[in-house]
């Protein structure tokens, strides 16, 4: 059975570092891996989406890496701003429709 | 306006009561589904829908029921509201047309309190 797992819970960081999220997963059977961003009162947004057969993804100051036979995927941060701040959540694919959820990091930036 | 709206966005209910929850979307797409979210867990599939015919059980669907009204509308039904089943509810759309590239759109999530 698929698992993913997310480290740390909750991460705070002053404004202006880099840092980087981690997801782990159990099974390297994959079709891919997102990343989410939750923002309070709000539903999940998709970041991020890296294919199987892809290594990393780009959106802006976002990188996201996959290793898969690792079972580790990345999601780096550049710049980090307040308007970061949310619950970055993990999802693996097994299959054309099922996502498996980490629990998810928090992440805090400060001023 | 908003592509996946849920209705009530707050609901407080009491053990044994029968509720639904509502999901509609505005993006055309065919897949559908209803997750829970619970304080340190990840998400949970509760149902999903690849179209109107086509209901599929997820990994927790004991205790919860739905109706595909039409492409547009998805419906999860409490029949028995019980005090575990508080949680965050998420109605989600994806649009598969083959491959792995299939992403889902989130509505902003229904806050369920069963007393």
């Known amino acids: 059975k698929q698992e993913v797992t997310q480290i740390p819970a909750a991460l705070s960081v002053p404004e202006g570092e880099n840092l980087v999220l981690n997801c782990s997963f159990t099974?390297?059977?994959?079709?891919?891996l997102q990343w989410f961003r939750q923002d309070p009162g709000k539903g999940l947004t998709s970041l991020l989406l890296i294919q199987s057969s892809q290594r990393e993804q780009t959106s802006g100051r976002l990188n996201a890496s996959l290793d898969k036979s690792s079972g580790r995927s990345t999601l780096y941060i550049a710049a980090s701003q307040p308007g970061d701040s949310a619950t970055y959540h993990c999802?693996?694919?097994?299959?054309?429709?099922?996502?498996?959820w980490g629990a998810g990091t928090k992440l805090i930036i400060k001023p | 306006d908003a592509d996946v709206t849920q209705t009530p966005r707050n609901r407080i209910t009491k053990t044994g009561k029968r509720i639904m929850l509502e999901c509609s979307q505005t993006?055309?797409?065919?897949?559908m589904y209803w997750y829970r979210q619970d304080p340190g867990l990840g998400l949970r599939l509760i149902y999903y829908?690849?179209?109107?015919?086509?209901?599929n059980k997820g990994e927790i669907s004991d205790g919860y029921s739905v109706s595909r009204q039409a492409q547009a509308k998805f419906s999860l039904s409490l029949e028995s509201a019980i005090p575990n089943q508080t949680a965050l509810y998420f109605c989600a759309t994806s649009d598969w047309r083959g491959g792995t590239q299939e992403t889902q759109y989130f509505g902003p999530g229904t806050r369920l309190l069963v007393l």
């Open positions: 099974d390297s059977a994959i079709y891919n």
């Open positions: 999802a693996v694919s097994n299959s054309n429709y099922q996502l498996i």
């Open positions: 829908s690849f179209d109107v015919k086509d209901i």
């Open positions: 993006k055309g797409h065919d897949r």
